[in-house]
Every structure is written in structure tokens, then in C-alpha cells.
Nanobody, 124 residues
Framework: QVQLVESGGGSVQPGGSLRLSCASS????????MAWFRQAPGKEREGVAA????????YYVDSVKGRFTISQDNAKSTLYLQMISLKPEETAVYYC?????????????????WGQGTQVTVSS
């Protein structure tokens, strides 16, 4: 059973930075898609960034391109999301997710495994 545990959330002023981490365990052999999603109150869960652990492909929603970077540390089985120039409208619970195979890497319904989420608040 794959387990995902997020950390690194917190409160930051507009324009600030945060790095989220997702520690993973329980994988069977092989590669996975791993992704970050976010959900603000009253809104649908939105795909932010994703990558394929077996290669170099990364995927970003247009609104975060150039500001967010998804990366992985295979030795530590950890996924990261570096976020800079954060905006108040990006306040949300951020979730880590994993799946063996997806057709649309930023589509939440395609992911089987989810973490519990970490709160990111961007406010002055």
C-alpha cells in the first residue's frame, strides 16, 4: 500500500516562497506518476504539477509555470514542490498524489494514492 505524507506548508506573505515535501513509501517495483494538487475552500481540486518518476517529463498548470518547480529525490523517495512568488489566490490545501499510469497527468480522478494534505496560506 502506497503511503504519502506531505509537509512544508505554512503561512507566507504574497511574493514569498515555500517548499513542500512528500515522503512516499510502499511502492512496488516500477515507475509512477506523482503530482501535486491543491484545493481551496469551495473549489474543485486542481492539478498544479506532475512528473513521471521514470524519466524527465514534467507537467504544470499554466498559472504556475515559471514559478513552481516539481522535483524528486529517488534516494529519499521524496517529491518536492518549490513555490516562489506566491499569490493570495494560491491559498489552499496542497496534496501529493501517485498513480501507476495516467492519461492526463494533472487530472485528479486518475490518481489512486493521496496524502492527507498540507495547508498553504498566502496573506499579508
Amino acid at each position: 500500500q502506497v503511503q504519502l505524507v506531505e509537509s512544508g506548508g505554512g503561512s507566507v506573505q504574497p511574493g514569498g516562497s515555500l517548499r513542500l515535501s512528500c515522503a512516499s513509501s510502499g511502492y512496488t517495483q516500477g515507475s509512477y506518476y506523482m503530482a501535486w494538487f491543491r484545493q481551496a475552500p469551495g473549489k474543485e481540486r486542481e492539478g498544479v504539477a506532475a512528473l513521471w518518476t521514470g524519466g524527465s517529463a514534467t507537467y504544470y498548470v499554466d498559472s504556475v509555470k515559471g514559478r513552481f518547480t516539481i522535483s524528486q529525490d529517488n534516494a529519499k523517495s521524496t517529491l518536492y514542490l518549490q513555490m516562489i512568488s506566491l499569490k493570495p489566490e494560491e491559498t489552499a490545501v496542497y496534496y501529493c498524489a501517485a498513480a501507476r499510469a495516467v492519461t492526463r497527468p494533472l487530472r485528479a480522478a486518475e490518481y489512486r494514492y493521496w496524502g492527507q494534505g498540507t495547508q498553504v496560506t498566502v496573506s499579508s
